[in-house]
């Protein structure tokens, strides 16, 4: 009978906590946050891709000749790229929220909508690219490009640090943005550094030009990486106060995360893209030299955005930080302020007065009716009440 008794006492426990645990499908971990006006910024991103493939169709098909179709290609390829990458990443973004908001918070169907949300952008782009920019080898190998750089961008997506993905697609196009602004203001600024008739100040007066839409690109894409968590952190907080905040290595993958989307594409342009880097470089010596200097430049203007956007939105996020003994001595302070409060309310309440002149001792009602004896100190009271023997 206790093995019976000790069985049917166990079992119960052990299905109440199987059941219990198989909602949780992600081992205990907490559900990934949304990320602020994502809608937004897949609108914004797949707005600027669509705005890359229509200069880039009429860059291409202003010629008929092929060589120059080849060249026109080639320089399109890195915007292309870059683009696509980040709407990609965009749309992921996009899908992940809707999943959230649904309720699923399992890594594998996230990351399943992610990549496919980024296959989709990649193919839409391929697709108009193949139907607009003409025929030939180069623009099959565009084609194909950039549809594996979307579907790229949307597996970056896929992680469960969403509003860190969020902040990278932001920063990104205002990277883009501010490279745009700075070409169609290029010849006043290359004057201001010095262009001249000379080598040296033509190349001296570029370096300067690339440093500054760099080094410009990366302090703002680290602030904006610095307030758009932020503002994730306080939806965050509004939505569930127990939830798990980023830190500071969030910041500095998010400040990191446009140099890291420039270095990725110029990869991309290398590897997948080098069938139509070779063609346009076999046109001509200077052709070849010019892939070669655009690449360098690309390459250093990525590492510069990568440091200084790193190291802004780190420094932004460290200035939020208090000193490591300022919280706890404030906390001492009020909980010392409270147990004051509670007991002088107790006090009251108990009919202790601060004017009882022995601290702590409750005032007996009967008190007042005691009348004491000035010479000796004895109550009259108890010496009313003695036997009459005692009198007698």
Do not use: C
């Not at 892939?291 to 939020?320: K, M």
């Amino acid at each position: 009978m206790s093995t019976q008794s000790g069985s049917t006492a166990v079992s119960p426990p052990d299905r109440s906590a199987t059941t219990t645990a198989a909602p949780t499908p992600d081992g205990g971990t907490t559900p990934p946050t949304y990320a602020p006006a994502a809608l937004g910024l897949g609108v914004l991103a797949i707005g600027w891709l669509a705005a890359m493939l229509w200069i880039g169709q009429a860059e291409i098909t202003s010629s008929d000749i092929n060589s120059i179709v080849i060249a026109m290609a080639a320089l399109a390829l890195p915007g292309l790229i870059s683009a696509s990458m980040v709407g990609g990443a965009a749309a992921a973004v996009v899908a992940a929220n809707l999943l959230t908001r649904r309720g699923v918070h399992r890594s594998t169907p996230r990351f399943a909508a992610a990549v496919g949300a980024g296959l989709l952008v990649g193919l839409l782009a391929a697709l108009t690219v193949t139907l607009s920019y003409g025929d030939g080898d180069s623009i099959t190998v565009l084609a194909g490009t950039v549809a594996a750089a979307a579907t790229v961008g949307g597996i970056a997506g896929g992680v469960r640090a969403v509003p860190v993905v969020g902040a990278v697609v932001a920063a990104g196009l205002t990277v883009f943005v501010i490279n745009t602004a700075l070409n169609i203001f290029k010849d006043p600024l290359l004057s201001l550094y010095g262009y001249g008739d000379t080598d040296q100040s033509q190349t001296n007066a570029l370096e300067w030009f690339s440093r500054t839409g760099s080094i410009g690109g990366g302090l703002v894409a680290g602030l904006l990486v610095f307030f758009y968590l932020g503002l994730a952190r306080r939806r965050t907080l509004a939505l569930n106060p127990r939830a798990s905040l980023p830190r500071w290595p969030a910041y500095l993958v998010a400040g990191a995360g446009p140099g890291l989307l420039l270095l990725a594409a110029e990869l991309l342009t290398q590897t997948a893209g080098a069938r139509l880097l070779a063609a346009a470089g076999s046109l001509s010596e200077v052709d070849r030299g010019l892939q070669d200097q655009l690449s360098e430049y690309r390459s250093n203007q990525a590492l510069w955005v990568l440091f200084v956007g790193a190291l802004t939105a780190l420094i932004a996020f460290g200035r939020t930080l208090r000193p490591a003994g300022a919280e706890p001595e404030d906390e001492t302070a009020t909980e010392f302020t409270d147990e004051v409060e509670v007991e002088d309310r107790v006090a009251d309440e108990d009919g202790i007065s601060d004017e009882d002149p022995v601290a702590g001792e409750r005032l007996d009602p009967d008190d007042d009716e005691i009348g004491w004896d000035d010479e000796g100190g004895t109550d009259k009271r108890s010496a009313d009440r003695r036997p009459d023997t005692a009198r007698s």
